[in-house]
């Protein structure tokens, strides 16, 4: 396939914001884990979820631009502007550069605000900036009218298979020569729905800390931010990495071969039926590490493991797992290829395999 | 509360206006434009919040274009139509 490198990053999540807070957290292993409150026929109950901040945006955007802007929106919005500020992009024409956004659960706090609305107050009364924030493709709508982005713009919603769903199309007008660049990223929020959803599937939980190689465990924590990366062809230039290739597929319709020579970046995330696949999936003793617990469990983190699998692979040096490297062995004599590995339901994975320039 | 004061805190509100407090907000001067600064997209959204609130329609875009010139004009339109 075409080989893509990434050569900017836009983070914002629980860390902070930015490529200095997210390397940070990485190499601290430090994790801020808050809470949402949440009303529940039982009363209001405090589930824990990672938070993310999207106060940064104001630098980039002034506020009254951004009163119809939902927080959804906004995540996305910053990730975009931190990722083509890190790659010099900012300011620059945007007519070749595409715009690809994943998302596994949409803007879920406007969706059902809009809902609220016409169950409260009939159709008449439904907000229809609501209803224009609610659909899923509204970030991407945001995002390319905010920054005048003049290419094709995408957005895939498919649950746990998002991310890498998009990276496939994002490749693919890459190697069409359909853009120079492309935009590439993922937003997901934590909403009252989503912690609701989360409190109903395991009741009143009280884990400290994700322990995703603790297979016997419910410990997921939801979580919510935007991952950006710039993509673009390999032109020799400098950048944190190559992106050598994506797959998806189901283990039904053939075998999964995973790299023998690659550090293995499992994105397991504390959910107890998705924890036993990754260990049966990866050798124990294989090299292998698991960044979840920086950035909680949500669909966009796939995202996440990709911008952090880049700047491993641009320090040589993998971060060690916040978590403890379970049965698989650390990182020791240096990074130079990262395998993400992203598993969904009973069946289905998703490989991209990065490697240092 | 009267329905000016009501009207300028909703406004603010709903139409999510943080630059600007309802003491702020000129009973005369114009909503759309160089007043309050309002656009077409939030004229969609007044007539479903004068709906929600007041629980007044406005069908006509005619009457709606003359009682969104300023707040006093909306709350005239208001109070007409809640008065009976």
Redesign the interface.
Known sequence: MTRLVVKGIGVAGAFGTGVESFQSALAEGRATVGSVEVATGEGVVTVPAYRADTAALEEFVP??AL??VDNYSKLALLGSYLALKDAGMLGADLGRLGLVIASGYGATATTYAFLDSLIS?GD??????HFANSVHNAAAANVAITLGIRGPSLTVSQFDMSVPSALVSARQWLAEGRVDAVLFGAVDEVSELVAYLQHRRYGPRHVAAMAPFDAGTESSIIGEGAAFLVLTRDDGGTAYCGIDSVETGNVFGGGLSLPDDALMLLGADGRKELGRRYLDTVAAGATAACYTPIYGSMPAAAAFDLAAAALALKNGQAFASPAGPGPFAPDSAGVSRICSLRLAGPSEYATVLMSKL | MDTKEKLKQILVKDLNLEEVTPEEISNSAPLFGEGLGLDSLDAVELVVIVQKHFGVEIKDMEEGRKAFQSVDSLAAYIEARTAA
């Open positions: 506020k009254r009163r119809r107050g008449t009364c439904a907000s229809p900036t």
